[in-house]
Every structure is written in structure tokens, then in C-alpha cells.
């Protein structure tokens, strides 16, 4: 999931909600939409290999 900062830099989250604080897990902030759309694929890649 990601999601547009006020800063105007993007923040990878991961899906699932952390049970123990119910929020979502930082996955990494990126420049650009698509810098963070690369990395978020590279993370479903090695969840799954």
C-alpha cells in the first residue's frame, strides 16, 4: 500500500495491520510514485520465492 506524505514523498506499508498497535509497518519512503511501486514489487517477489 502506499500512500502520499504531506512532504510530498511516498511511504511504502505493508498490507496487514500489526495485531500488537494495529497500525500498518513501514516498508521504506521514496522520492517518486514509481521508485516505491519498484520496491513494492521487489517485496511480493521475495515474500513469495
Do not use: C
Not at 500500500?1 to 519512503?29: F, Q
Not at 517518486?32 to 514489487?41: L, N, V
Amino acid at each position: 500500500m502506499i500512500r502520499k506524505l504531506t512532504s510530498g514523498k511516498y511511504r511504502l506499508y505493508s498490507r496487514k495491520r500489526d495485531p500488537r498497535t494495529g497500525r500498518r509497518r513501514n516498508l521504506g519512503t521514496f522520492s517518486s510514485r514509481a521508485a516505491a511501486e519498484r520496491h513494492e514489487r521487489a517485496v511480493q517477489y521475495f515474500k513469495h520465492h
